[in-house]
């Protein structure tokens, strides 16, 4: 196992009575795909937002690159190449696929403070982008809100790979998509690894944690229970970890 | 396949080079079908093609109605509720309403007033106008964007207090403002259009380059869309509502020295009727008013459309009782008929 990207150490987060996060600690490997896996409701997703900056910790050590960070915003994340694809996508729906594309990261041009927005780069820069990620991303000039399911998605996957520069965190980014273009995802995630930058993927989907990563951890009521090498554990195995069926391998 | 990805351009300004001509993002004819079969074209149509009609309509009745004299006086007295719209426009567009507006415009007459009184060179006077209606909309929008207090509330208690505070301070008492410098705008022009209607199209040109090309006017699109995409995106949404009321208050001040140029004094007392027709018309501009999606040209169309319709009525000897009764009508024929777009 190569050095760590990313430490969390004893995280905790409550809202109000809910704690969702009991102490919750896990590493993720540089240039590896990490996997993250539990039931409905056991704190992946705020897990991935307190590593993100949507969310601060309440308490808790975060390490990116073996330094500790206080992310107050998704902007600080960001700053240190760790973008994100969020279950609910964080799309704007009246916006077209390029305004999205570049929503915080637009290119403009202009003198000092007067800056006007380069709508045509963007636009064919988006274009030119999504036909090169090879996920099914429809024509980019058009309203998100006129995508599908899966096309939704695919717009906020390649937001997150055109952007990332060192890790992409992607909580169920197949969970909309049919059988080619969950692969069609899958090789990108690959590529992005290729490329030398680490991945953290949420999934319940079992078959994929085995196709991907290289480490998954396990997750149940607000706690990371287990961490095994994907290779020294079974499909089966993993869900008697997600149950609570078994405890170790 | 490589296995390196294609980055995008960096925020410096990179050639984008052969790529960018061959991504000709669609053929003519399939952008033409895709604009027509969409809905965005008929929510925007609705307020040209129902000008178009009313006037049609009008100058039958009354042939009077499209002489040049007519019709350039009712664009100068479209003048103010298309000033009062591009205002509105922006809370709108951030999901959000400013009923505060129309009382702004009466405290921002009354500061000028006082400003006047004490003998302020009329520039300081319109400034003072402006500071105003730019203080007011800060105000809704510090607490809209912090207090995170629904819009519709916080502007309803604006509305009283600044109404209360234009009464006290001017005692209810107007103040004339005989000057020719102020009302050199209302009444002079070129071509016989008055110089206070090509002041509200510039705001109006002005304000769609902020809200079309600027990140600003990008940011505070999203934020009206999708409030919690847009804190995942980072964009700092507080900032972005504040500068959005400041903007809608900022018109509701420009209203202010507009009316006072108009009328020759200030106007302590609150016209509702601003508000409702600054409403009206951002409504049948089809901007959503679930925000996020909005245009420039639309509310300036609808708040002109307004205007024709009540002075056609009068002209056709129409009691003004009526107008009020109207122009609900329409609102609610144009939210019912936008609902529909959705
Ligand atoms: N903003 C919030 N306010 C209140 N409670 C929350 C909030 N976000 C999450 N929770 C609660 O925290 C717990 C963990 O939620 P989380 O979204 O992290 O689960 P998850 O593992 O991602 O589940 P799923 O597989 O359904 O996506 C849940 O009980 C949820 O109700
Ligand atoms: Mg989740």
Same mark, same amino acid.
């Given at each position: 196992m190569s050095a760590a990207k990313v430490e969390v150490r004893d995280v905790r987060k409550t809202f109000g009575s809910v704690e969702a996060l009991r102490g919750a600690s896990l590493s993720i490997a540089q240039g590896e795909i990490t996997a993250i896996v539990g039931d409905n409701g056991a704190g992946k997703s705020t897990l991935v937002k307190c590593i993100t900056g949507l969310i601060p910790p309440d308490t808790g050590d975060i390490l990116v690159d073996g330094s500790p960070v206080h992310f107050s915003s998704p902007k600080d994340a960001r700053d240190h190449g760790i973008e994100t694809v969020y279950q609910d996508l964080a799309l704007c729906d009246q916006l077209s696929v390029w305004q999205n594309l570049y929503l915080d990261r637009e290119l403009t041009r202009g003198f000092g403070p007067v800056q006007f927005l380069r709508r045509r780069q963007m636009r064919s820069e988006a274009h030119r982008l999504v036909s090169d990620l090879a996920v099914n991303v429809p024509h980019v000039g058009r309203p998100v809100r006129r995508l599908s399911g899966g096309q939704r998605q695919a717009v906020a996957i390649a937001r997150g790979v055109m952007w990332a520069r060192g890790m992409i965190v992607l909580d169920e980014p197949t969970a909309a998509l049919g059988l080619r273009e969950t692969a069609q995802v899958e090789g990108l995630i690959r590529r992005v690894v290729d490329a030398g930058q680490t991945v953290l993927v949420v999934s319940h989907n079992f078959e994929q944690v085995k196709r991907l990563s290289s480490q998954v951890w396990v997750m149940r009521a607000g706690a990371v229970v287990t961490g095994v090498r994907t290779a020294d554990v079974t499909g089966e195995e993993l869900v008697g970890l997600v149950t609570g069926a078994i405890t170790a391998v | 396949m490589s296995g390196t990805l294609t980055r995008p351009a960096e925020t410096a300004a990179t050639p984008s080079g052969p790529s960018a001509a061959q991504a000709r993002p669609a053929s003519r004819g399939q952008a033409l079908r895709r604009h027509l079969g969409n809905e965005d074209l008929w929510t925007r149509a609705t307020a040209p093609v129902a000008l178009v009609v009313l006037v049609i309509v009008f100058s039958i009745l009354n042939p009077r109605f499209l002489s040049w004299a007519s019709l350039t006086?009712? $664009?100068?007295?479209?003048?103010? #509720?298309?000033?009062? %719209?591009?205002?509105?426009?922006?809370?709108?567009? &951030?999901?959000?309403?400013?009923?505060?507006?129309?009382?702004?415009?009466?405290?921002?007459?009354?500061?000028?007033? $006082?400003?006047?009184?004490?003998?302020?060179?009329?520039?300081?006077?319109?400034?003072?106008?402006?500071?105003?209606?730019?203080?007011?909309? %800060?105000?809704?929008?510090?607490?809209?964007?912090?207090?995170?207090?629904?819009?519709?509330?916080?502007?309803?208690?604006?509305?009283? $207090?600044?109404?209360?505070?234009?009464?006290?301070?001017?005692? !209810?008492?107007?103040?004339?403002? #005989?000057?020719?410098?102020?009302?050199?705008?209302?009444?002079?022009?070129?071509?016989?259009?008055?110089?206070?209607?090509?002041?509200?199209?510039?705001?109006?040109?002005?304000?769609?380059?902020?809200?079309?090309?600027?990140?600003?006017?990008?940011?505070?699109? =999203?934020?009206?869309?999708?409030?919690?995409?847009?804190?995942?995106?980072?964009?700092?949404?507080?900032?972005?509502?504040?500068? !959005?009321?400041?903007?809608?208050?900022?018109?509701?001040?420009? !209203?202010?020295?507009?009316?006072?140029?108009?009328?020759?004094?200030?106007? #302590? =007392?609150?016209?509702?009727?601003?508000?409702?027709?600054?409403?009206?018309?951002?409504? &049948?501009?089809?901007?959503?008013?679930?925000?996020?999606?909005?245009?420039?040209?639309?509310?300036?169309?609808?708040?002109?459309?307004?205007?024709? &319709?009540?002075?056609?009525?009068?002209?056709?000897?129409?009691? %003004?009782?009526?107008? #009020?009764?109207?122009?609900?009508?329409?609102?609610?024929?144009?939210?019912?008929?936008?609902?529909?777009?959705?």
């Open positions: - | 006086s009712m $664009l100068a007295d479209s003048t103010i #509720p298309i000033v009062l %719209a591009l205002g509105a426009t922006f809370a709108v567009t &951030l999901a959000g309403i400013d009923l505060s507006l129309a009382s702004t415009v009466a405290l921002g007459s009354v500061t000028m007033g $006082l400003a006047y009184d004490a003998g302020l060179p009329m520039w300081v006077c319109a400034f003072v106008a402006l500071f105003t209606g730019l203080v007011v909309g %800060a105000f809704n929008g510090a607490i809209i964007g912090w207090g995170r207090i629904p819009d519709f509330i916080v502007t309803l208690g604006t509305m009283s $207090l600044v109404m209360g505070v234009g009464l006290i301070t001017s005692q !209810g008492k107007p103040v004339q403002m #005989p000057d020719a410098s102020l009302s050199f705008v209302s009444v002079h022009g070129i071509g016989g259009i008055r110089y206070n209607f090509l002041i509200a199209i510039a705001l109006g040109v002005l304000l769609h380059v902020v809200l079309f090309h600027t990140r600003f006017g990008m940011h505070l699109l =999203a934020v009206g869309d999708n409030t919690d995409a847009s804190k995942a995106m980072a964009l700092r949404v507080s900032r972005v509502k504040l500068a !959005g009321y400041v903007i809608c208050g900022g018109m509701g001040g420009v !209203g202010a020295i507009l009316l006072t140029s108009y009328i020759g004094s200030s106007q #302590p =007392a609150t016209n509702t009727d601003y508000l409702l027709r600054a409403i009206a018309a951002v409504v &049948l501009g089809g901007v959503s008013l679930f925000g996020g999606r909005a245009t420039m040209v639309g509310p300036i169309i609808g708040a002109i459309l307004l205007t024709f &319709l009540q002075s056609g009525l009068t002209l056709l000897g129409v009691s %003004a009782f009526y107008s #009020p009764l109207l122009i609900g009508i329409v609102v609610i024929a144009a939210a019912l008929l936008m609902r529909g777009r959705k």
